[in-house]
C-alpha cells in the first residue's frame, strides 16, 4: 500500500540554524513521483519540487536541498540558514503512475518554526 | 502568468444547509482541477478531479458533489452539511501532463456549527 511518513510533527530552530525535514515513502509502484509543499500560515500550499522515480540526484535550490534515495526510500528535505520566513508546514507527497490523475498521497506534514 | 481564485475564505454553516465553493483558473485552457481537504492535523485528501467540462471524478464517497461548468471554473457543492464536514478545503489545478505540480488556490475554511 502507498504511504508517506513525515515522523517530525513539530520542529523547532533558531534562525540560521540548518533543518532537515524527513520524508519516507512506500509504494509497490517502480515508477511514482514525490514532491514537497510548502503551507504557510495563510494557507494555501506552495509547490517546491517534483522528483520522478528514475532522478536520484539530489537537487539545490538556494537554501534548499533535497536528498531522494530509493535505497532507504527517502526523500528528505534541508534547509541551510533557516529563516524565519520559512516558518511553515511542510507536506511531503506521493504520486503513484499507476494511481489517479491527482490523487496526490500526503504525509501528514511537518511544522517547522524558526524563531529570530 | 497563471492564477487560481477560490472563494470564500472562510465560511460558518449551520448544519443541514447547502454549501456553495467555487472555485477560478486564469492563464491557461483546459486544465486539470481539484478539490481537496484538509482536516486539522491530518494531510490533504483528494475529493474530486476533473480533466475536462463536465467530467468529474469523485475520489472519496460522501455527501459532496462537484461540478464544472466551465473549462476554468469547479464549484465544490452541497445539499445539507454535516458536521464532519468542516475543514479546510483547497482547489488546486495542474496542467493536463501526467504527474504534473498541482498549484493550489488559498483555501476555505469551512465550520459547520
Known amino acids: 500500500a502507498q504511504k508517506v511518513t513525515q515522523a517530525q510533527t513539530e520542529i523547532s530552530v533558531v534562525e540560521k540554524e540548518d533543518v532537515t525535514l524527513d520524508c519516507v515513502y512506500e509504494t509497490r509502484d517502480t515508477t511514482y513521483y514525490l514532491f514537497w509543499y510548502k503551507q504557510p500560515p495563510s494557507g494555501e500550499l506552495v509547490f517546491l519540487i517534483r522528483r520522478n522515480s528514475f532522478d536520484e540526484q539530489n537537487e539545490i535550490s538556494g537554501r534548499y536541498s533535497w536528498n531522494f534515495q530509493k535505497s532507504t526510500s527517502s526523500f528528505n528535505f534541508t534547509i541551510t540558514a533557516s529563516q524565519v520566513v520559512d516558518s511553515a508546514v511542510y507536506f511531503c507527497a506521493l504520486s503513484e503512475a499507476a494511481g489517479s490523475q491527482g490523487n496526490l498521497i500526503f504525509g501528514k506534514g511537518t511544522k517547522l518554526s524558526v524563531k529570530p | 502568468s497563471q492564477t487560481i481564485h477560490q472563494w470564500p475564505a472562510t465560511l460558518v454553516q449551520p448544519v443541514g444547509s447547502p454549501l456553495s465553493l467555487e472555485c477560478t483558473v486564469e492563464g491557461t485552457s483546459n486544465p486539470n482541477l481539484y478539490w481537496y481537504r484538509q482536516a486539522a492535523g491530518r494531510g490533504l485528501q483528494l475529493l474530486f478531479y476533473?480533466?475536462?467540462?463536465?467530467?468529474i471524478s469523485s475520489e472519496v464517497p460522501q455527501n459532496l458533489s462537484a461540478s464544472r461548468p466551465q473549462d476554468r471554473q469547479f464549484i465544490l457543492s452541497s445539499k445539507k452539511l454535516l458536521l464532519s464536514d468542516s475543514g479546510f478545503y483547497l482547489c488546486?489545478?495542474?496542467?493536463?501532463?501526467?504527474?504534473?505540480?498541482?498549484?493550489f488556490g488559498n483555501g476555505t475554511r469551512l465550520t459547520v456549527t
Open positions: 488546486a489545478w495542474s496542467v493536463s501532463a501526467s504527474r504534473s505540480p498541482l498549484h
Open positions: 476533473s480533466v475536462g467540462i463536465g467530467q
